[in-house]
């Protein structure tokens, strides 16, 4: 059975520093994995995924994420924060013919 | 603009009310979802449409029952609800449901209060 864990309920950085929201996962075949960002009041909007290729995926509002097998993680990083980023955060995992599972999510607050 | 449409966005009903909620997507795809937030939890799949046929139920109650007409819209009926019902409920299409690398895309979520 596929899963996706999400470590952290809530991060915390000060604007302009580097950011990091962490994901591991737990797949049987090749993992595809994918990010998403909600604000207050909004969908999921969607940020990144990994399909296959280069480990390292760059995506949506200068977000990239990592792909490391042998630590089946799925890092989402930021160089720089903005106090625009602050949103939640979830981490998703589809393993061959199943649906998409979800991390429960992961809180960022960027404080200037 | 995600390209998928949800109304209303912010329903309140009784728990002996009938009530729906609405999707559309202008995105071409052939697989529609219903998911459900509520605080503090995963999100939760209810039901997956593809090519207007549903494929998954996640044993969800029968007090709801989702309907899709066609390939751009999707229902979800709302009856007797309890207030424990209370959620973000989020509409959700991709091009096809089975295949691996296809982006879920999402719409702004209903926000549901039962009283």
């Known amino acids: 059975a596929q899963s996706v864990a999400q470590p952290e309920d809530q991060v915390n950085v000060a604007e302009g520093n580097p950011l990091t929201v962490k994901c591991t996962y737990s797949?049987?075949?090749?993992?595809?994995l994918f990010w998403y960002v909600q604000y207050p009041n909004r969908g999921l909007q969607f940020l990144l995924k990994?399909?296959?290729?280069?480990?390292l995926v760059k995506g949506s509002y200068g977000f990239e994420a990592e792909f490391n097998k042998s630590q089946t993680s799925f890092h989402l990083k930021k160089p720089s924060a903005l106090v625009s980023d602050s949103a939640l955060y979830f981490c998703?995992?589809?393993?061959?013919?199943?649906?998409?599972?979800f991390g429960a999510g992961t809180r960022l607050t960027v404080k200037p | 603009e995600t390209g998928v449409t949800q109304t209303p966005r912010h329903l309140v009903m009784g728990m002996t009310n009938k009530k729906s909620l609405k999707c559309e997507q202008h995105?071409?795809?052939?697989?529609m979802y219903w998911y459900k937030q509520s605080a503090k939890k995963p999100l939760e799949l209810m039901f997956v449409?593809?090519?207007?046929?549903?494929?998954e139920n996640n044993s969800v109650p029968s007090r709801f029952s989702p309907e899709c007409p066609n390939s751009s819209h999707l229902f979800l009926h709302l009856h007797t609800l309890q207030p424990e019902d209370s959620a973000l409920y989020l509409c959700?299409?991709?091009?096809?449901?089975?295949?691996?690398?296809?982006?879920?895309?999402f719409g702004e979520g209903s926000w549901l209060t039962v009283v």
């Open positions: 449409y593809s090519l207007e046929e549903r494929v």
């Open positions: 959700a299409s991709s091009s096809r449901q089975y295949s691996s690398g296809n982006t879920i895309y």
């Open positions: 998703a995992v589809r393993d061959g013919d199943n649906d998409m599972r």
């Open positions: 990994y399909i296959t290729g280069d480990n």
């Open positions: 995105l071409g795809h052939n697989a």
């Open positions: 797949v049987s075949g090749n993992p595809y």
